[in-house]
């Protein structure tokens, strides 16, 4: 935090520098935004593992998630096609909001960093009478045959083919959430194009009953 402040504040006045000492000054700010996020993920991973983290449990439906995590994304998933297959008697989840936003927001980010700027991603939703399933679709570069369960573990990191990958935390907070809510996920390449499917699940639970008028 100390480096960040001193970079910004240097970058204000930075009137009587060279383009060469200005772009190291962006270099440094932008370099220690991402230590800073990728400690922020250490500390969470940490916190999720330590079994001191409750969850808050929320009914919620999928699409409110859906909508503050696609804002979250933005950026990074700026004028992508986006496409949503959500079924129409979805029953709300219960979970902790906050973490499952996360969750979405990981997957979509992903979902967009490791595709063609072009591609779209699309997003679908299914119960059952026991679990309630999510996919993001993507139509990427897919994962590489026989790391499928790896790449949900802390620190590994598949590079694009175009670009920078991530820290290497970033699934493996997602499998630590869902496993949290006591749902499962996984990812699977797919057959007749190019990309991957990312799914994961929660318990379907009975949503308690509405409050009469009465009440």
Request: aromatic letters at 4%.
């Amino acid at each position: 935090a100390g480096v960040l402040g001193t970079a910004t504040t240097l970058q204000r006045n930075a009137q009587g520098l060279t383009a060469e000492e200005r772009g190291l000054l962006e270099n440094i700010r932008e370099q220690t935004e991402k230590m800073e996020y990728t400690v922020d993920r250490i500390l969470h991973m940490a916190a999720l593992h330590s079994g001191r983290l409750h969850l808050q449990k929320e009914w919620v439906p999928l699409e409110d998630m859906l909508v503050t995590a696609r804002k979250q994304i933005k950026t990074v998933c700026a004028d992508r096609p986006f496409q949503t297959r959500i079924s129409k008697d979805l029953p709300l989840l219960h979970v902790d909001p906050q973490l499952l936003v996360q969750v979405l927001t990981n997957l979509l980010e992903n979902a967009c960093r490791y595709t063609p700027s072009d591609r779209g991603i699309e997003l679908e939703a299914s119960a059952n009478d026991t679990e309630i399933k999510v996919c993001i679709i993507d139509h990427g570069y897919g994962v590489p045959p026989g790391r499928e369960e790896e790449i949900f573990t802390r620190f590994s990191q598949v590079k694009p083919p175009v670009g920078l990958g991530g820290s290497g935390l970033g699934l493996a907070i997602c499998a630590a959430i869902i496993e949290l809510h006591g749902g499962r996920i996984w990812v699977r390449n797919r057959v007749a194009v190019r990309g991957a499917v990312f799914c994961f699940t929660v318990p379907r639970e009975t949503e308690p009953p509405m409050p009469s008028d009465g009440d």
